[in-house]
């Protein structure tokens, strides 16, 4: 399993000793450059380090690892770029650590798969970092690190769903999700996230949370998706797709392709994350489009589910102090504002927010950190895994018809309870 405490913490106080200085004066500034101080703690970084993390979509990671390489002679950061697909960056982050291959040293880990990655002890405690650093942080963001009390990584970008709509066909966003998708069925629809895979867990959560249901318990032992709200929601999706409201093709679109469906005028509204905007405004859209908080649902408020990338140590890293370096780097204000400013990527830090720069890239920018502190945590579990395929697969029986809600609902109920029995 893991490694000693004792060994953990050395080495976790040898890569703050590496890194000493660059904590609070440099956090505050935002004159856009590293103090010189923390310039010359920076530099101290040396060795080889591998950043796995999925598609650089935007630009915005190879960006920081430039900045990284620049400002740290003795160190070089490589990213390598895992597929789009959260499902595919896991599997194939998984192989390695389960050869205990020391390729990867800094995991870019969805917020979801790190009580996995603990339970199998595959990365580093930075609990220390975390204590010195953590109050920057947005809440939410910090508990997606946490397992028994400890931290296991720094928050990268958070993330929080929105709604985008086509301001030539509409005057505005539909107040609730039952409107929105009548609206669609008389424009050119609405697209979301599909596809057999982690996307369409979130995009059935988000609806499920709206209706005010769940599917586990609150104190993570029994299923509850055997319920009226999964069934409703079910058949709302399903019934989506049959009246025409939502292209059939979406059963095949993950974030990029609804992405292009939308950019491309096939779409009038779309549910996708932040990232979508800057790509958006630089396509032959740019000013035919805005974006909107999430609808209501069964006469409730909207409710988001909260997403987003940790950066975690590989336990088999041989690079640990450069790995926390370009980690205390990549998250640091600076780096964040970049990632907003050029991608509209969230930022994990709530004052970054406050940035007249990030206001002025992301007019949405207050919106979204009330939607990143309100979003609701997806199932935590080391077995989420297992939940999330009986979530999606289910959903996507039942949006292709070959289950009923009802028996989608009841099967999704079983497979829950057999993955929350298996620990
Ligand atoms: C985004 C989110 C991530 C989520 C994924 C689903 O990348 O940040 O948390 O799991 O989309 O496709």
Do not use: H
């Amino acid at each position: 399993m893991m490694k000693t405490p004792r060994i953990l913490a050395a080495l976790v106080a040898t890569a703050l000793f590496a890194i000493a200085g660059c904590g609070g004066g440099g956090d505050d500034d935002d004159s856009g450059g590293a103090p010189e101080a923390e310039k010359a703690a920076q530099a101290k970084a040396s060795g080889d380090v591998t950043w796995c993390i999925g598609k650089d979509t935007t630009g915005a990671f190879g960006t920081v690892v430039d900045n990284f390489n620049k400002a740290n002679p003795k160190a070089n950061v490589k990213l390598l770029e895992l597929p789009e697909n959260a499902d595919d960056q896991r599997r194939l982050q998984i192989q390695r650590l389960r050869a205990k291959n020391s390729e990867c040293d800094v995991l870019g880990a969805d917020v979801i798969w790190v009580p996995e990655y603990v339970g199998q002890g595959w990365v580093k405690d930075v609990s220390d970092f975390i204590s010195e650093n953590g109050d920057k942080f947005i809440p939410s963001t910090i508990d997606t690190t946490e397992v028994d009390g400890k931290n296991y990584a720094v928050p990268f970008n958070s993330n929080a769903g929105f709604i985008y709509y086509r301001t030539d066909e509409v005057d505005s966003a539909p107040k609730d999700w039952e409107s929105l998708y009548q609206e669609a069925a008389k424009g050119s629809g609405v697209v979301y996230q599909g596809f057999r895979y982690e996307g369409l867990t979130v995009n059935f959560l988000e609806l499920l949370y709206s209706a005010g249901g769940s599917v586990v318990s609150e104190d993570g032992k029994q299923a509850t998706a055997d319920s009226q709200e999964v069934k409703d929601v079910l058949k709302f999706m399903a019934d989506g797709i049959e009246s025409g409201a939502v292209p059939k093709a979406v059963t095949t679109y993950k974030e990029e392709e609804s992405r292009r469906a939308f950019e491309s005028g096939n779409a009038t509204f779309m549910r996708n994350w932040p990232y979508a905007y800057s790509l958006g405004k630089d396509s032959k859209i740019a000013d035919k489009f805005d974006i909107a908080t999430f609808p209501g649902f069964a006469g409730n408020e909207g409710a988001g589910v909260i997403g987003g990338y940790n950066l975690a140590i590989s336990a088999y890293s041989k690079n640990a102090e450069g790995a926390l370096a370009f980690i205390d780097f990549a998250t640091s204000p600076d780096q964040q504002k970049i990632m907003a400013t050029e991608a509209s990527l969230p930022p994990t830090i709530a004052s970054v927010y406050d940035d007249p720069a990030v206001k002025k890239a992301m007019p949405f920018a207050e919106d979204l950190r009330t939607a990143i502190e309100q979003a609701k945590p997806r199932p935590v579990s080391p077995v989420y895994p297992q939940i999330t395929e009986a979530i999606y697969n289910n959903v996507y029986d039942a949006l292709q018809g070959k289950a009923s809600p009802d028996e989608a609902a009841s099967k999704m109920n079983d497979e829950i309870q057999k993955a929350l029995e298996t620990f």
